[in-house]
């Protein structure tokens, strides 16, 4: 078997680190220093280098001006942005037009993905429900109404002539409830947002952030992005602008969550390259801390910590990717990845910060921001008890042997 990278995804991966090689992690204000967000917009000046190098479209289709490539492409690219804090919506505008190009109707397509691809509008995905710990799809109500007197069974656009999302059609859908921690709600042209049908469906709505019926109120992550409460009362959505082919939902959580994990990745492994540095140099009793097995035991069970990681997480994105049977659903690869994503970023940052000693909480030396950055992605799209649960689940359903 062969597990090495195409040459595709190894290209992917090297123009990454050519775009983010001159990112620096603390060119915003400190997290620690700052009422309130950070900035008060993404790093637009960077999105622009990955549109000009082509990373936007990655997983976007050549008759949308993309490369076709996969998920696993996208997480070698989010590995190398988290290693040094890319302040863009990457993940989120990136899983968000592959979901629309293998779910949306025509139009949908047609509208949005050629545009996302080239960074002109930018997508965003509100996934984490009302509190965060619930299933984002039933923090949402989604009713069709149609003012020519028939049902749309699929809602996917084809039935209706061109138009923007967000313009009323023959029919419509009525979007009611909250989600919460919305990345980039502030930033997005356009939220994809999971919605329950009253036959216990689940369906995508792409919102425009300025739609009627749309509210957004402020919340701050412990990175110092701005956040947004999405609140829908009532929002009036045109068919077209609604996904309701079976799956659409899941995949695109299972491509966030890995995404995440990739994300996590790479932050570990920047954390726990700044730890090899400044042990090498920092003295005591006239060694490098480098030397002393206390320390480097725990920098050991942390590299085991990043390996198993890396392993669990291209198990994930593999079976997203290719669609091979399993044991258990690609659900369960994704979940096993975010368990140990959650958990070891968790110590990697811990034990950084530990090894560093007081040095590691000075606002002037960017650990405290990977520290921020870690607790941020530990938790988001669930846990890892959210997914240990999850996964109970699922091997109760599919006995093993």
Request: charged share 20%; hydrophobic share 45%; proline share 4%.
């Amino acid at each position: 078997m062969d597990f090495t990278f195409t040459e595709e995804q190894q290209a992917a991966a090297e123009a990454a680190r050519g775009v983010f090689a001159g990112v620096a992690p603390d060119a915003v204000p400190s997290p620690a220093l700052t009422r309130g967000a950070v900035s008060d917009d993404f790093d637009r000046a960077l999105w622009a280098r990955l549109a000009s190098a082509d990373l936007l479209s990655l997983l976007l289709d050549e008759e949308f001006g993309g490369a076709g490539l996969d998920a696993i492409a996208l997480c070698l690219v989010l590995r190398e942005a988290s290693k040094v804090l890319a302040r863009v919506p990457l993940l989120e505008n990136s899983a968000a037009v592959a979901a629309l190009q293998a779910y949306g109707g025509p139009e949908l397509k047609s509208s949005l993905l050629a545009r996302a691809g080239r960074g002109e509008i930018v997508l965003t995905v509100a996934a984490n429900g009302r509190t965060g710990h619930d299933p984002a799809e039933l923090a949402v109500t989604a009713r069709q109404n149609d003012t020519a007197g028939a049902t749309r069974a699929t809602g996917t656009g084809d039935e209706h002539g061109a138009g923007g999302p967000g313009e009323p059609g023959a029919g419509e859908w009525v979007l009611d409830g909250v989600q919460t921690v919305v990345p980039w709600a502030y930033d997005a042209d356009f939220v994809v947002v999971p919605a329950r049908t009253g036959d216990d469906r689940s369906v995508l709505a792409v919102v425009a952030r300025g739609h009627e019926g749309v509210v957004l109120a402020e919340q701050i992550s412990t990175t110092g992005e701005r956040l947004g409460e999405l609140r829908l009362e009532s929002a009036r959505v045109a068919d077209r602008d609604v996904i309701t082919a079976d799956g659409a939902w899941e995949w695109l959580r299972a491509l966030l969550t890995t995404g995440t994990c990739a994300q996590a990745l790479g932050l570990g492994e920047r954390v726990l390259a700044m730890t090899g540095e400044y042990a090498g140099k920092r003295e005591q009793f006239g060694h490098p801390i480098a030397t002393f097995q206390a320390v480097a035991v725990q920098a050991a069970d942390r590299y085991i910590d990043l390996r198993a990681m890396e392993v669990t997480l291209w198990q994930a994105a593999w079976r997203i990717t290719s669609g091979a049977p399993g044991a258990l659903p690609a659900s369960g690869d994704v979940a096993v990845a975010k368990i140990w994503a959650s958990e070891g970023v968790r110590r990697v940052v811990q034990t950084a910060q530990h090894l560093h000693g007081g040095f590691g909480a000075d606002v002037d030396y960017p650990l405290h921001r990977y520290h921020a950055w870690a607790k941020h992605l530990e938790l988001s799209l669930g846990p890892a008890a959210a997914h240990e649960e999850a996964l109970g689940d699922l091997l109760a359903a599919h006995p093993l042997g």
